[in-house]
């Protein structure tokens, strides 16, 4: 079965560590894989997806590293799984109406089966549809508001300085 992979939730946590950098001081993959405790490796590779879909924007030399490139309300969450997955598909249709026994011994195609798309797959793009509308209406603005009320101040204070000192520590 289809499923949005851990990628989207690295993704999802990174661009929520890259709202609060501060003013050009962007972060570098290392930074941010480390604070999450993935692989710089597999990091790298999401932002590289990332950056190609315009949702960040790296700058190089000691100093460099990753920014967002859009205001946080500009990114949505289907953005993200785009950018990451490609185009997301709950069910793939292998039109076995057209496979149905009776038929196929007969050599009769039944007049229904022509008579536009599949019930089946019908319902399964509604439903693919509700998935994407309801990820578009999430953004990484949402996401930082939703988490910022969940964390007390003394922790969005440590993951802000961990972040400040990882930048000092590359200058």
Known sequence: MAYLGKSIEYALHSLLSLINTPEDSPLGVSDIAEFQGVSPTYLAKIFTRLKKAG??????????????????DQ???????????????????????????????SCQNPDWESRGPCTIHKVMMDVETQIANSLKEKNIAWLSKVVGQKLSQKEKNAAIQWFIQSVDDRK
């Open 55 to 72: 949702i960040l924007r790296s700058s190089i030399g000691v100093n460099g590293g990753y920014e967002l490139a859009k205001p946080p």
């Open 75 to 105: 990114i949505t969450f289907w953005d993200v799984v785009v950018a990451v997955e490609g185009e997301f598909r709950l069910f793939e249709c292998r039109n076995i109406r057209e496979k149905i026994a009776i038929y196929k011994e």
